[in-house]
């Protein structure tokens, strides 16, 4: 049986291309160290953010709706970073930027070390950035 190792890329569709790259940019570049490219897929312009593990890939809505997170679809997308201090270094480095993102935080009710921030890029879509829990390092390590 196949084993799935990762997640590749996922793509999300923004009502403004160049809004949503700029905001990109700060979250994914800036605080998160991506890189970036741009193409042009099926006549549509695209542009990815990408690291070593996987894409993020921005392409152009085909219809004016806002993003419902409890509609059927991507309620949120939640990144991951090694420590609880870099869950925080991400934080200040967005609010630095102007994003309105939650300060940091424990959230013993997912789980005892589960540290996040919470912001939305600007078509409303949720985003999380979490540490690397002892939970996941364990369910890694012992699988």
């Avoid at 800036?30 to 070593?52: E, M, V």
């Avoid at 309620?75 to 991951?80: A, G, I, S, V």
Wanted: proline share 5%; net charge negative; aromatic share 12%.
């Amino acid at each position: 049986m196949a084993e799935v190792t990762g997640i590749d890329h996922i793509y999300i569709t923004v009502s403004d291309l160049a809004r949503s790259e700029l905001f990109y940019d700060q979250v994914l570049m800036l605080a998160l160290g991506f890189r970036k490219s741009k193409f042009t897929l099926g006549g549509d312009p695209h542009i990815q953010y990408f690291n070593r593990l996987f894409g993020y890939v921005l392409r152009p809505a085909r219809a004016a709706t806002p993003h419902d997170a409890y509609a059927p679809g991507l309620h949120h997308f939640c990144l991951r970073v090694h420590t609880a201090a870099e869950v925080h270094e991400v934080a200040q480095a967005l609010q630095g930027v102007g994003i309105d993102a939650t300060a940091t935080r424990l959230y013993p009710e997912y789980a005892p070390d589960y540290m996040a921030t919470f912001f939305e890029d600007p078509d409303g879509l949720r985003l999380e950035v979490t540490n690397y829990r002892q939970e996941r390092r364990d369910r890694h390590a012992n699988w």
